[in-house]
Each structure stands twice: as C-alpha cells, then as structure tokens.
C-alpha cells in the first residue's frame, strides 16, 4: 500500500514539474513585449509615413501577475499579464517608463523547442483569427 501511495505522488510530482517546465519564463516574455512594441511603432509609423528609424526598445523587470493557459491554433498557449519597465533609444535622449500593464499571447509550437507570440486580428461570431511570430531561441535557451 505504501509504494502505491508513493507511485501515486512520484507521479503528481513528476507531473507537475514537466508542466512548470513549459510555462513562458521572464526572459521569453519581454522578447515578445518587445515584439509588440516593434511592431506597433512600425505600424503607427507606416501610417503616418514617417521616414525615421524606428527607436531602440528595452524590456526590463517583467513582473508576470497571470499565466492562463489557453489553445490558440489549436496548439498550447498563454495569455499573460502583469507589468514591466521599458526605455526607449532615441537619437537624442531616452525614455523611461517604469511599472507598464502588459499584456501578450505566448504559443508553444509543437515540437516543444519554439515559441510564437500571437496576435488577436479579427474576431468574428466569437472566433479569433490570430497572426503569430516566431520568437528568436537564443532568447529563451
């Protein structure tokens, strides 16, 4: 009876660390804050058609508040939320900001080695259409 209580909780255990194992860690995060941040100031850029390049963004002290697993393509996935602080280069001076909201969609490929943050795009009768984008690995290695 005992080694089956210890089977049983080895288990548990063994499950529960491969499952913390593949939730989004701080570094990976910022990346894909990074990401959205880009790709917001190329788009606000292309609009107004301005010809500066774009400024150099920085993602520090992300403080992760929600991890909530979800299915976005039908492959496992994230929506987080919590706060950062980010600065950002210009050609002149920096901008600091400190204790930002954010919020990002992380989805794990299936292989299990990648990461793709996702993009709500549309969404009719209650589906999403989501536009994902690979995140580097060299960041989360």
């Known amino acids: 009876m005992v080694r089956i209580?210890?089977?049983i909780a080895l288990a548990l255990l063994l499950s529960a660390c491969n499952s913390l194992g593949?939730?989004?860690g701080k570094d990976l995060?910022?990346?894909a804050i990074a990401i959205q941040l880009n790709q917001a100031q190329q788009e606000l850029s292309q609009?107004?058609?301005l010809d500066d390049p774009l400024p150099e963004v920085t993602i520090n002290r992300v403080a992760i508040a929600t991890q909530t697993p979800l299915k976005i393509n039908n492959l496992a996935a994230f929506h987080i939320t919590g706060s950062c602080d980010y600065t950002i280069k210009l050609s002149h001076r920096s901008?600091?900001?400190r204790h930002i909201p954010?919020?990002?969609y992380l989805q794990r490929q299936s292989e299990g080695k990648?990461?793709?943050v996702a993009f709500p795009k549309a969404i009719e009768a209650d589906e999403v259409t989501w536009v994902t984008q690979r995140i580097p690995t060299a960041v989360y290695k």
């Open 5 to 7: 209580i210890c089977a």
């Open 22 to 24: 593949q939730l989004p």
């Open 29 to 31: 995060v910022a990346q």
């Open 47 to 49: 609009q107004l058609r």
């Open 95 to 97: 901008i600091a900001q």
């Open 102 to 104: 954010f919020e990002t």
């Open 114 to 116: 990648t990461w793709r």
